[in-house]
């Protein structure tokens, strides 16, 4: 695994805006795999950014979100489909047809085989290590399916959610699906995440600590900002 860090937030998101946009220049296809949360929305604004200043085009582009929350309509105000057109696909010149979020209808896997598999894919960390929402003791080879979130990823959540209730189910990408993509990067940003980045990254590999597995991956790069680091 190769470690870049970052000296701020507003790096790490130019950096690995960067990153994406190199690997799509100039390839016919692409297929990317998408996070959410608050850590790559620095990343998405960067790439709006590139699309309008310098054409960067996603027409060619497939995207596989990471993970969606069950229960809640698309266009509600805190599903992810909601947060992914928000922050980047209103923006730039994606297909709709071409962004796919998994649902419980269980052909993820199987969309993401027929195109030849994810090239890169971008995620996040939680705070217990969890990655999409696999959360602690998630089998290293688990696959896309329906998860229990976990106490403190709904707490987490809940500040977000305001009066509404967080829902207590999601669909995710498994383990093993994100291990089978050709290139992974990982985000991490601010203090908060120092502990749980020096545990998945520099810590035993075990399922629970779910981010652990992606030392176990041939070609991972890890971007961290001075704070996620925590190391002097
Ligand atoms: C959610 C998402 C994860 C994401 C995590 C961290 O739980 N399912 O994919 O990595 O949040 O979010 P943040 O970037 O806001 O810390």
Redesign the pocket.
């Given at each position: 695994m190769r470690i870049l860090v970052t000296a701020d937030y507003q790096t790490l998101s130019r950096t690995a805006a960067e990153l994406v946009a190199k690997a799509v220049r100039g390839r016919a296809e692409f297929v990317l795999g998408l996070?959410?949360?608050?850590?790559?929305l620095g990343m998405y604004a960067e790439l709006v950014r590139m699309h309008r200043d310098q054409g960067l085009s996603f027409s060619k582009v497939r995207t596989f979100n990471?993970?969606e929350y069950l229960g809640l309509a698309q266009d509600d105000p805190n599903s992810?489909h909601t947060c992914m057109h928000e922050h980047f696909f209103d923006h730039v010149d994606i297909a709709e047809a071409n962004a796919h979020f998994p649902d419980e209808a269980g052909n993820y896997e199987e969309a993401i085989r027929n195109v030849g598999g994810i090239e890169l894919l971008i995620?996040?960390?939680?705070?217990n290590g969890?990655?999409?929402?696999n959360e602690p003791g998630s089998g290293f080879s688990s696959r896309t399916r329906t998860v229990s979130l976990a106490a403190e990823?709904m707490a987490?959540?809940a500040k977000q959610f305001g009066s509404n209730a967080v829902p207590h189910q999601?669909v995710?990408m498994g383990i093993g699906t994100m291990l089978d993509s050709r290139h992974i990067v990982l985000?991490a940003?601010g203090s908060?995440?120092a502990e749980v980045v020096r545990r998945s990254l520099r810590g035993p590999i075990t399922e629970a600590v779910p981010a652990s597995a992606l030392q176990m991956h041939p070609n991972v790069i890890a971007i961290l900002d001075e704070e996620a680091n925590g190391e002097k």
């Open positions: 996070p959410t949360g608050r850590t790559p990471l993970d992810f995620v996040g960390i939680g705070a969890h990655i999409a929402f990823t987490n959540a999601a995710t985000l940003s908060g995440k």
